[in-house]
């Protein structure tokens, strides 16, 4: 049981999302957001991007299928 991921989006700027996560032992979080360009640890990391609300969120959720599969 247990969750794999947990996330925040928060805009910082106009059109400037930033996305941070947090994951258990499954999930690689500094894999995640490398693949966004951003980085940080296995357990916690983040990126910002470019974009509206939804379609950040969007390149976050496809971001962490790539890397759970």
Do not use: F, N, W
Request: proline share 3%; charged share 20%.
């Amino acid at each position: 049981g247990g969750t794999d991921c947990g996330g925040t989006l928060r805009e910082v700027g106009p059109g400037v999302i930033k996305s941070s996560l947090g994951t258990g032992p499954r999930v690689d979080a500094c894999a995640v957001c490398q693949k966004l360009g951003g980085g940080g640890h296995k357990a916690a990391a983040g990126a910002t991007a470019d974009g509206t609300m939804d379609e950040v969120r969007s390149a976050v959720l496809r971001a962490y299928q790539d890397v759970v599969g």
